[in-house]
């Protein structure tokens, strides 16, 4: 948190610039959160060793291959249940 002085000084400097101001309190309410939206379905992160063509073969097809490797996970699962 930003002491009584520096948020003086950060107002200041808002104020003394003529291409910024300072939002209101309803500006800040319709204000989006950053990143990623809560995901419904929470994923449990592990640690598990496999091998290297196995990762080659998943880390080939680009971004998203630990997706794409849940995925396969995923239907063995099923396909076995």
Do not use: C
């Amino acid at each position: 948190m930003n002491s009584e002085e520096e948020d003086a000084r950060i107002r200041e400097g808002i104020a003394a610039d003529p291409d910024t101001r300072e939002l209101s309190a309803a500006e800040m309410a319709q204000l989006r959160p950053l990143g990623r939206p809560k995901s419904l379905v929470t994923k449990q992160a592990v640690s598990i060793r496999l091998d290297p063509e196995v990762v080659a073969f998943f880390k080939a097809g680009g971004p998203g291959w630990q997706t794409r490797l849940d995925a396969v996970l995923r239907d063995y699962v099923r396909a076995h249940s």
